[in-house]
């Protein structure tokens, strides 16, 4: 078993960087194990597909936000940036396990900060198992009841996401966080996250691909009908090295659910989103423009033509997954008495 105090997140000190255990992780393997409840044997990681997750339609676009056009970009301000200031990413690694009374999530979240040499990981590892059986949950603390198993484990995912950037992000950095700032269940909690990292003097960068989002094209008078997407129209519209101008997402009910966003093509394929809180964006405007010079130098850094990503985005992601690798979990449930099933979900949400 991984040794740790129920109350206290263990911290595993690892070669230039930290492991920590949810209080709960332990327990909750515990108590399937004392109820016989079965898990799938095969291990699948899987990703929050983020590409669905599109905008309320109550929502409205303003596009006055800069003089329309294109914007290029520099690759050696980007680097120069980057070697000058503190710079952090996020990302994570899930696997779900389909089991005949319940449905289990192992979630790696994964943080990293550049160092002078190196990349320091801080992740955070946490199991959390949901059954619609009041049965199995009568008289149990880590066996959660949901009658929504979807919607619980979302809830779960950005409350741990947001305690461990908060508790470790260092002031005065930015961090680019894979996913959407505003879209689906996550968007109060992803705003609010934004505002505690704000308060640490933090510019939090949100970094969205393979989005379906056609809220441009369906608001811009002049490109109606003509695009299949926004991305399809920022692929056509933008040459390599290029951003479009910054739009203005505003919802009409709520304010404060509002953001700032661009397209960034780095090369001759799919284009990404980046989106800035608006706070984030009056507060550090006059940096803005060079941190898309930084995210441009990121995604030439990681170079991959046919799946763009952030480079530092890229090593959490990577991080991630090595950490579900070396808690060997199968061979952990097996010491435990979890019983495997046959067949496990290959996609989470």
Known sequence: MLSQDENE??????????????????????ELGRKKIRL???????????????YPVNGRLVSGIE??????????????FCDQNKICAYDESINKFEGLEGTGFLTS????????????????LTFY?????????????YIKFSNDFEVDSKRDYVSDREKLLVENVPEDCTIFIDGPLIGGQMTKYTLDLNEALLKKNSIPIFFVKNSRSNLVVDNVEELKSKYNSDMHWAYSYLKPGERTKFFRYVDKENCNFAKIFCYLKAFESSPCRIEIDINTFKKYKDEINQIMDLAYYLLIAQGDLHNPQIRSIAIAEKYARATLKLINFEELIKTLGITPTINQERFAW
């Open 9 to 30: 997140r263990a911290k595993i000190k690892l070669n230039n960087g930290c492991l920590i255990i949810h209080p709960a992780f332990n327990e909750t393997l515990k």
């Open 67 to 80: 003089e329309p056009g294109k914007f290029e970009l520099d690759c050696r301000k980007g680097q120069k």
């Open 109 to 124: 979240h994964s943080m990293i900060i550049h160092g002078d040499m190196d990349y320091i990981p801080i992740n955070l």
């Open 40 to 54: 799938p044997k095969e291990v699948t990681q899987i990703e929050i597909d983020f590409s669905s997750y599109g």
């Open 129 to 141: 198992f949901y059954t619609r059986s009041l049965y199995l949950t009568k008289n149990s603390k």
